[in-house]
């Protein structure tokens, strides 16, 4: 089975990410699609992240439309930051690479900064690394073996979704429905 890992803070999560993932289980292709919000990011500033279980209620609403995707808390069991090769030795063990290929799932806004990662050569070990253009950023970037798989992006990003919240601005169109509606129930990114 081909399974994809797709992480990220997604604070909030939007139809890019959407995107990104249908693209991943079309082009790659995909059996399943595993997103992985992480609880602390190594590589963000805390002080704008909203809380994991709101991001991960966010996640879990956005993606229910898709009988190959699902959620994981696997990093948010953690109040330390989530190392993508720490997630893909667990996912290794849930699923034998006997009978399982995993991906690893990343826009190209990721590829400069990748042989920082901790262990990055141990995730190009556990997962094929996929990298997915993102708008602004290019695929040359890469470095190491992974597939690169240059896709039509979508302009949204999380920093401006929640710049229009703030404002007073419509997310409609940005964001799924079910998050957008949970994000204006509870006042998220005042």
């Known amino acids: 089975m081909n399974i994809g890992v797709l992480g990220g803070t997604f604070n909030p999560i939007h139809e890019g990410h959407l995107h990104l993932a249908r693209e991943a289980c079309r082009e790659i292709p995909l059996d399943r699609l595993i997103w992985v919000p992480t609880a602390v990011s190594p590589f963000k500033s805390q002080e704008k992240l909203l809380d994991a279980e709101m991001r991960y209620e ?20 953690t109040d330390s930051p989530s190392y993508t090769v720490e997630t893909l030795e667990e996912l290794t063990k849930r699923f034998p690479p006997s009978e399982h290929k995993l ?7 990721h590829l400069e900064h990748f042989p920082e ?9 556990l997962a094929e690394v996929v990298a997915m ?3 602004g950023f290019s695929l040359r970037a890469a470095r190491g073996p992974m597939r690169l798989i240059p896709i039509t992006g979508v302009n949204i990003s999380s920093s ?5 919240l703030k404002a007073g601005n419509s997310i409609e169109k940005l964001v799924p429905a079910p998050a ?5 129930r509870k006042g998220l990114y005042r």
Do not use: F
């Not at 991906?103 to 806004?109: A, E, M, T």
């Open 58 to 77: 966010m996640v879990r609403l956005a993606i229910q439309g898709d009988p190959r995707w699902e959620i994981s808390d696997l990093e948010l069991k």
């Open 103 to 109: 991906y690893l799932i990343i826009g190209s806004d």
């Open 117 to 125: 990662w901790k262990n990055a050569s141990r995730i190009l070990k």
């Open 133 to 135: 253009t993102r708008p």
């Open 160 to 164: 401006k979704i929640r710049k229009e």
């Open 180 to 184: 957008a509606e949970y994000i204006q």
